[in-house]
Nanobody, 126 residues
Framework: QVHLVESGGGLVQAGGSVRLSCAAS????????MGWFRQAPGKQREFVSS????????YYADSVKGRFTTSRDNAKNTVYLQMNSLKPEDTAVYYC???????????????????WGQGTQVTVSS
């Protein structure tokens, strides 16, 4: 069974930085694209970023492009989301997800991800 555990969330001031980590188990990590999604209070969950299998390319939502960076360490079965220049509108619960299929590139669609973490709260104060 796939198990994803996010960490690194917390309270940060606007303009600050946070790095989220997602440790994966129960899958051949390097074979799966990974994604980050977020859900703000009263809003639907939305795509933030994803990264393809292996040493795949990363993709970003327009709202975070240039501020967030996704990377992966296949030796540690971990994917990271480095968030810089944070804004109050980045406040949300951030979820890590693993693609259902193997050997896929990053995806923007929730339906392509079959396993989800429990989420970690990021709060950006103004």
């Amino acid at each position: 069974q796939v198990h994803l555990v996010e960490s690194g969330g917390g309270l940060v001031q606007a303009g600050g930085s946070v790095r989220l980590s997602c440790a994966a188990s129960g899958l051949t990590f390097r074979w799966h694209a990974m994604g980050w999604f977020r859900q703000a209070p009263g809003k639907q969950r939305e795509f933030v970023s994803s990264i393809g299998w292996g040493a795949g390319s990363a993709y970003y939502a327009d709202s975070v492009k240039g501020r967030f960076t996704t990377s992966r360490d296949n030796a540690k079965n971990t994917v990271y989301l480095q968030m810089n220049s944070l804004k109050p509108e980045d406040t949300a619960v951030y979820y890590c997800a693993a693609a259902q299929s193997t050997f896929s590139s990053g995806s923007y669609s929730e339906s392509d991800f079959g396993s989800w973490g429990q989420g970690t709260q990021v709060t950006v104060s103004s």
